[in-house]
Structures are given as C-alpha cells and as structure tokens.
C-alpha cells in the first residue's frame, strides 16, 4: 500500500522539545490519529479504556503529544485488529493491543 502524505494545519506542526539532553520531535495526538487513520477522539478513548498507554510527554494543558516511533508502534500494534469492515476490533482486543503497545514503547526506552 501506497504511504498517502499527510497535510497538516500550520496549529498541528510538529514540536521540538528537549527530552534527556537531545532535541526530540514531537506530534500531537492530532497528528498520531492522521497517521493511524483515526481521529483524535478515538486515541483519547482508547487511552481511557485502557487500550493506549498514557503517553509520558504532555504539556501543561495536558495535550499530548507523541514521538514518531511511538506512532510507529501504535501504528503497528493497532494495524492488525483494525481490518476494514470490523468495527470495534482494536476494542475486542484491547488487551493484546495494549501489551504490544507498552512492550514497543520500553523497547524504545519509554517507561509506561
């Protein structure tokens, strides 16, 4: 499948933060739910049904935001449940979704 670009609103370009001494880039959940063809109130449910692991990096309005390699992971840990036609797939999985998620995330050197 052919990867489609994404246009984003000058608000939802990506932020440059520094996370342990290096400037690291990061996306709002806006973004993460472009990528993973969702929208960003599908990613705040998934994060209050247990699905997506609270991301550590949120500003202090608490927005969230998220590296390009833990969109990555998502992306991955989600694609398999998420086949067209099957509503709620990701939901009727969410445990192993979770765990593939968190499991990616550490590998990364996230803690959740």
């Known amino acids: 499948m052919r990867e489609r ?3 984003l609103p000058r608000y939802k370009k990506p932020k ?12 709002t959940s806006g973004i993460m739910a472009a990528v993973i063809h969702r929208t960003p109130q599908v990613v705040r ?3 209050r049904a247990g699905i997506l692991p609270e991301t550590p990096f949120r500003n202090e309005l608490g927005h969230r935001y998220y590296t390009r390699e833990m969109i990555d992971v998502v992306k991955e840990s989600v694609s398999g449940f998420a086949t067209a036609g ?3 797939g990701v939901l009727k999985h969410k445990d ?3 765990a593939s998620i968190k499991e990616g995330w550490n590998r990364l050197g996230i803690n959740v």
Request: aromatic share 12%; charged share 30%.
């Open 45 to 47: 449910l998934w994060e």
């Open 96 to 98: 192993q979704v979770y």
């Open 5 to 7: 670009k994404i246009r």
């Open 16 to 27: 440059v933060a520094e996370i342990g001494g290096k400037e690291t880039v990061l996306f």
């Open 86 to 88: 099957k509503v709620g």
